[in-house]
């Protein structure tokens, strides 16, 4: 590890709350489309050979931080008809700012595209990806979308920072590997402050990871610069973290929005009586499965599936269940 990683940010913390929140939408989806909520097969029991992922960040002309992602999962499912695909969710808002999270496409590993959806749920994007053809052996998902409002402005450190998950915590397959690569623009990289770092592991853990920064090969010629870093053998719910700093000011701080909670969800959706009609559906659907079902099944099965057959994939890397437990430095 190099002498220029900053003071040591624990992951942050997860909150059983947008579990809940996952298992809600998924029981409301299975009963309104007339599907049992119990299979034969366990939909999450498959593993991921790798994770790569290449971010892009930049400014635009408005100061606001803006990255462009692309990320390509190889997943490993039985050969046998169990899996239609994978689902992934990607937060809409990172402690109640707005990071206008917008999917651009998903293609296999010939660059062909995969059918996807792109589910606005108030607090996450829901990305089913496939059909209802089921999927057997190595299938390679290739995910690119963009959001904004990434980089964050910390009182304790003045500075701005990308504080960034990867792959995420929310997942119950292991991983072969984890790659991740963060490139700076040509035009903000004169900002860097030199403090980069890189942590491994479940949430909170303390593990640090190598990460390097060297000149960006993909933008030859210019001051771009590239930070990676690369796990192996991650087990499940472990996460590879990137932090770079930026001088303070860097990038425009946008303040939380009114209509998000400031926790990481939003409270009002979109409806004119400032309720969402699907969330309250789902929460009614919810407790009246609990009682044919169980709470348990609830909270540890459909949390991480859907009822068409997808492992589902949570990204939380970009939302804090309560902002108090969020970025907190040690005090020691």
């Not at 790569?52 to 008809?81: C, I, M, Q, W």
């Not at 053809?133 to 299938?139: K, T």
Request: one cysteine or more.
């Amino acid at each position: 590890m190099h002498g220029n990683a900053p003071t040591r940010h624990p992951l942050r913390r997860r909150g059983r709350r947008f579990v809940r929140v996952v298992a809600a939408l998924a029981v409301a989806t299975a009963l309104a489309l007339g599907m049992p909520l119990a299979a034969s097969a366990d939909t999450s029991d498959f593993t991921f050979t790798s994770f790569d992922a290449d971010y892009y960040l930049s400014r635009d002309d408005a100061g606001h931080s803006t990255l462009r992602t692309v990320e390509t999962f190889v997943a490993k499912f039985p050969n046998f008809d169990q899996n239609r695909g994978m689902v992934r969710l990607l937060p809409n808002d990172y402690n109640g700012v707005p990071l206008h999270t917008t999917v651009e496409s998903v293609t296999d590993a010939t660059g062909a595209p995969v059918n996807f959806e792109a589910l606005d749920r108030g607090s996450i994007t829901e990305v089913p990806l496939g059909t209802d053809e089921f999927v057997r052996g190595s299938q390679t998902y290739t995910i690119t979308y963009t959001q904004q409002n990434v980089v964050r402005a910390f009182a304790d450190t003045k500075n701005d920072e990308l504080y960034w998950d990867t792959n995420g915590t929310g997942f119950d397959q292991p991983f072969g590997s984890v790659t991740a690569r963060v490139h700076v623009d040509p035009g903000i990289a004169e900002f860097l402050t030199g403090n980069y770092a890189c942590y491994s592991g479940v949430q909170a853990d303390t593990t640090r990871c190598e990460i390097t920064q060297t000149p960006d090969a993909a933008v030859p010629g210019t001051t771009g610069q590239l930070f990676a870093s690369s796990e192996r053998t991650l087990g499940p719910r472990e996460n590879v973290t990137v932090a770079i700093g930026f001088q303070p000011g860097t990038f425009l701080q946008v303040p939380a929005s009114a209509g998000y909670s400031g926790d990481g969800y939003s409270d009002g959706g979109y409806s004119d009586s400032g309720v969402d009609p699907a969330t309250v559906l789902a929460f009614l659907v919810l407790g009246v499965s609990i009682l044919g079902v169980g709470a348990a099944w609830g909270y540890r099965r459909l949390a991480v599936r859907d009822a068409r057959g997808r492992g589902a994939i949570i990204a939380q890397y970009t939302a804090c269940p309560r902002a108090t437990t969020c970025w907190r430095r040690p005090t020691s």
